[in-house]
Every structure is written in C-alpha cells, then in structure tokens.
T-cell receptor
Framework: DTEVTQTPKHLVMGMTNKKSLKCEQHMGHRAMYWYKQKAKKPPELMFVYSYEKLSINESVPSRFSPECPNSSLLNLHLHALQPEDSALYLC???????????FGSGTQLSVL | AQSVTQPDIHITVSEGASLELRCNYSYGATPYLFWYVQSPGQGLQLLLKYFSGDTLVQGIKGFEAEFKRSQSSFNLRKPSVHWSDAAEYFCAVATTSGTYKYIFGTGTRLKVLA
C-alpha cells in the first residue's frame, strides 16, 4: 500500500463551523505533513509531525489545529476559518523527515 | 535563507519534442533535491530525487535531472514529450542541516501541443 488517503475530497463550510480533515497512510512512515496550496501556487508547509510529535509549525493561525493520534493518522481541525483560507489542503508522508514525500490527492476547502 | 527558483512560469512544447525545465536553489550546503508533478486538483507525485552520488538521476515516466553544484541547478529533462506530460512541475529542496525546511519552487506549467 503506497497511498496517502485524504477525506473528504471536497468541503464547504461557513465561518462559524468546526470541521476536520483526515489523512491516513499505512506505509510505516514516521513523518507526516500538512500543506496548503492556493490556485496556481506551490504548496506551503503548515505543520510537520515526526514520530507523532509536532516538530514544525510554520506560524499557522490557531484556527488550524493539527493532531496526530497515531503513526498512521493525521488530522487537521478547522474552526472559525476565513474565506481566504479556501485552498487545497494536502497531506503528505515520508519514511523520515526530509525524504521523498508521498502526497494524498487533497481536500478542496471552500469557506463561505 | 533557502530558496528555490523556477524561472519559467509556462512552457509550451510540441509532442515528441525535447523538454528542459529549469530549477535553481539557494542553500549553503548541498540539499536534497526533488522534482514533483501535479495534475489539476490532485496531489503531487515524485518524479525523481537527488541525495548524493551520480549527478545524473533517472526518474519515472522517462524523466531525468542533472545536479550541477557549480550552478546550483537541478534541471529536469525529457527527450520526447508525450501529451500526457501536460501538468504543473515543481522543484523542491529539503535542507540537510540546521532548521528543517522543505521548500517548493513556484512551479512551471507545461502545455503540450498535439
């Protein structure tokens, strides 16, 4: 299994909603990442988990809250988002930090 | 600070023609270097990577890239482009010491003419 699975594929939410994005991999990778990608832009790193511990937070607003319940799962909890947070949210994993990344197909998020 | 530059925002080639996508990086040491491809609305797929050793690396789908330390470049090449190669291509750099960074270039959109 060489897949990173992200759910949901599409999400529309209001600014007062709370929602969560989910990511799962069964490759035994110990590093997992959240990236945000706006249209026609490169992915921007948000968070890195290494061995289930948050190792990098790229000054992301607190309305985004990551969680790594175990080595296979990565969540991104969303609360009180703004319309400018609308983007493609990509999850990735790698065997260890710095190695090649395996990406999921992303969650297209629209904030109304 | 570390950075990755892809000078070509768009490139158009005819099917069967050769392709070269440029990538330059700025980093004090030799980083890990990657090329990824992204189709619309999809995640990124790794084409190839360079960590050390032979400076010419082979990847999937017939792509290759050459690391040139003197030019701080890692250009992607393909001898004969197929229509299915039309996509967005990202060069990426991962730092090998100090503060960890995994940075993507701004991307090059490839259009293939039939």
């Amino acid at each position: 299994d060489t897949e990173v699975t992200q759910t949901p594929k599409h999400l529309v939410m209001g600014m007062t909603n709370k929602k969560s994005l989910k990511c799962e991999q069964h490759m035994g990778h110990r590093a997992m990442y959240w990236y945000k990608q706006k249209a026609k832009k490169p992915p921007e790193l948000m968070f890195v988990y290494s061995y289930e511990k948050l190792s990098i937070n790229e000054s992301v607003p607190s309305r985004f809250s990551p969680e790594c319940p175990n080595s296979s799962l990565l969540n991104l909890h969303l609360h009180a988002l703004q319309p400018e947070d609308s983007a493609l949210y990509l999850c990735a994993s790698s065997q260890v930090r710095g190695e090649k990344l395996f990406f999921g197909s992303g969650t297209q998020l629209s904030v109304l | 600070a570390q950075s990755v530059t892809q000078p070509d925002i768009h490139i158009t080639v005819s099917e069967g023609a050769s392709l070269e996508l440029r990538c330059n990086y700025s980093y004090g040491a030799t980083p890990y270097l990657f090329w990824y491809v992204q189709s619309p609305g999809q995640g990124l797929q790794l084409l190839l990577k360079y960590f050390s050793g032979d400076t010419l690396v082979q990847g999937i789908k017939g792509f290759e890239a050459e690391f040139k330390r003197s030019q701080s470049s890692f250009n992607l090449r393909k001898p004969s482009v197929h229509w299915s190669d039309a996509a967005e291509y990202f060069c990426a750099v991962a730092t090998t010491s100090g503060t960890y960074k995994y940075i993507f270039g701004t991307g090059t959109r490839l259009k293939v003419l039939a």
